[in-house]
């Protein structure tokens, strides 16, 4: 799907909710729409011709690369917020929907447009975001086959004697000569009392004999996202590491068996959550099960005990479930699926070797 087809859903979106412009100050919300990654902010009329406010340092390469909207220049000594009043007031705008505004720019806004009735509208951009289209799923496959390939060189690298940073930046070369844009988030490559944090980044630590390494890395394509966990353990594993291993990796092909389309977000956390607490880790599992990915790394649908979400087809989501403990170590495994009418396809394709 284009970005104008997209503009065309929201419009008939903000129709329903009678608003009569959509402004958009969310970079990701203005890519999604427009297919150009740079603009400033997006102004969507329901009568008119929608408008994409640049600097000039992305003027030209957004005259060539947005599609469906006017490219308007802000230039050097002009302020972006005079130019977006102006034209606001020129349309007559009288019910204002926005995505994401600082609270001093919502000021401004208010104070200098008078009457103007001002409506959250981020629920409406995420209803479309949070179910990828085709176009999407295509470029969300290519970041996770790319993700899948670091953590194949993560396999070939984890062992002792190695730093954390050294396996990190293997990884996210083997990912840049395939061909990713970059990384999602900060590799995390995180060994013996380390794993225990579940964001806990990559240092100079050196990995030993006996260690737990969890490893999570995803690759960005085309500004789409990806997400992958592997843990390793260097030499023969213990009863409690096996069993702790062996614990999240039944908890997350538990998970991923009940996800498909209809069913309740926070379902699917209950399931895996139940498991690792009737094995005695309940206490240690600290975080929620998954999140969904797109343009950004955690996007709605979230999978977590609150969630009010339920799952359609054509959500991406993470599994992610994972055992914390403090002074010992920690597991977590986690891939990326696509959300199907009767199941999931895994989008993420390494294998679940945790002996290296």
């Not at 008939?12 to 297919?35: F, P, Q, R, V, W």
């Not at 401004?108 to 179910?131: E, H, P, Q, T, Y």
């Not at 085709?134 to 899948?148: N, P």
């Amino acid at each position: 799907m284009n970005p104008e087809n997209r503009v065309k859903k929201l419009l008939g979106l903000m129709e329903s909710k009678s608003l009569d412009c959509l402004l958009i100050a969310n970079a990701k919300n203005m890519e999604y729409l427009t297919g150009f990654e740079g603009g400033s902010l997006l102004l969507i009329p329901r009568d008119g011709e929608n408008m994409l406010f640049v600097y000039g340092v992305n003027y030209e390469a957004a005259r060539v690369k947005a599609r469906g909207v006017l490219v308007k220049l802000v230039k050097h000594g002009e302020i972006l917020i005079d130019k977006t009043v102006e034209m606001l007031k020129a349309w007559k705008i009288h019910r204002l929907g926005f995505d994401s505004l600082t609270v001093s720019t919502y000021l401004k806004l208010k104070k200098r447009l008078g009457n103007v009735d001002f409506k959250d509208a981020s629920s409406i951009m995420w209803s479309l975001r949070k179910i990828k289209d085709s176009d999407e799923i295509s470029l969300m496959k290519k970041a996770a086959e790319l993700t899948s390939l670091g953590m194949q060189k993560a396999l070939e690298m984890v062992e002792a004697g190695i730093s954390e940073r050294e396996v990190a930046a293997e990884i996210e070369y083997a990912m840049r000569k395939k061909g990713s844009d970059g990384v999602s988030f900060d590799t995390i490559v995180s060994s013996g009392p380390n794993s225990a944090y579940p964001h806990g980044g990559c240092g100079d630590r050196v990995l030993r004999e006996g260690d737990f390494v969890v490893v999570d890395v995803g690759a960005k394509y085309r500004s789409y996202c990806s997400d992958m966990t592997r843990t390793f353990i260097i030499g023969k594993p213990s009863p409690k590491q096996l069993k702790i291993y062996e614990t999240v990796r039944k908890a997350q092909r538990l998970a991923a068996e009940n996800v498909r389309a209809g069913v309740e977000a926070r379902e699917i956390d209950h399931i895996a959550r139940d498991f690792i607490s009737r094995a005695g880790y309940g206490e240690y599992f600290v975080h929620g099960l998954g999140h969904g990915v797109g343009l950004d790394i955690h996007e709605p649908p979230t999978l977590s005990p609150y969630s009010k979400d339920v799952l359609s087809e054509g959500n991406v989501l993470t599994i992610e479930p994972g055992i914390y403990i403090p002074g010992f170590g920690g597991v977590r495994i986690e891939d990326t699926v696509l959300v199907l009418d009767s199941g999931v396809e895994k989008l993420t394709d390494a294998p679940y070797i945790y002996q290296v």
